[in-house]
């Protein structure tokens, strides 16, 4: 769920580059994004913790389960992109009015990409680092002080 704040940047930096103001059609094309976004990082968790079933470490099992969904997530946004693109030049009426829903889409698939593939499996050995670190000490206890836990 960490990943969700960050999807609104690159939806954001599209519509700027783009010289787009973000209406309702982008807003609700951000809420696909973020399902799709979402559903990347589930399954990428979801093979990290399959491999850390079969008894890997966790770089190992965050090396495996990236390079196991690189391919699908790589061939989802790419195809997604490639789809949208040409709304993005055409000049009709209608086109104009579902440009930012493309821009949206584009823009955050791009930066989403990058998302799934290196911050969640950074955020997942972060949160292993300071849990390892927490069952290491233990609880503290709020009436020791610094010299009698050493």
Do not use: C, Y
Not at 16 to 33: K, P, R, S, T, Y
Request: no cysteine; aromatic share 6%.
């Amino acid at each position: 769920m960490s990943i969700i704040p960050f999807g609104l940047v690159g939806a954001v930096i599209g519509h700027w580059v783009m010289g787009f103001n973000l209406n309702m059609l982008g807003l609700q094309a951000l809420l696909g994004l973020l399902g799709v976004m979402i559903n990347d990082s589930i399954i990428l968790v979801s093979a990290i913790n399959r491999a850390r079933a079969g008894g890997a470490e966790l770089k190992e099992a965050i090396l495996a389960g990236t390079r196991e969904r690189l391919r699908p997530v790589l061939l989802t946004t790419l195809t997604t992109i490639g789809g949208l693109t040409p709304l993005l030049f055409e000049r009709s009426l209608q086109a104009q009015l579902v440009q930012p829903l493309a821009i949206t889409l584009i823009f955050g698939l791009m930066f989403s990409m990058f998302l799934v593939l290196f911050f969640v499996p950074a955020v997942l050995g972060i949160g292993d680092d300071i849990q390892r670190r927490f069952r290491r000490r233990g609880p503290v206890d709020p009436g020791r002080t610094a010299e009698s836990r050493a």
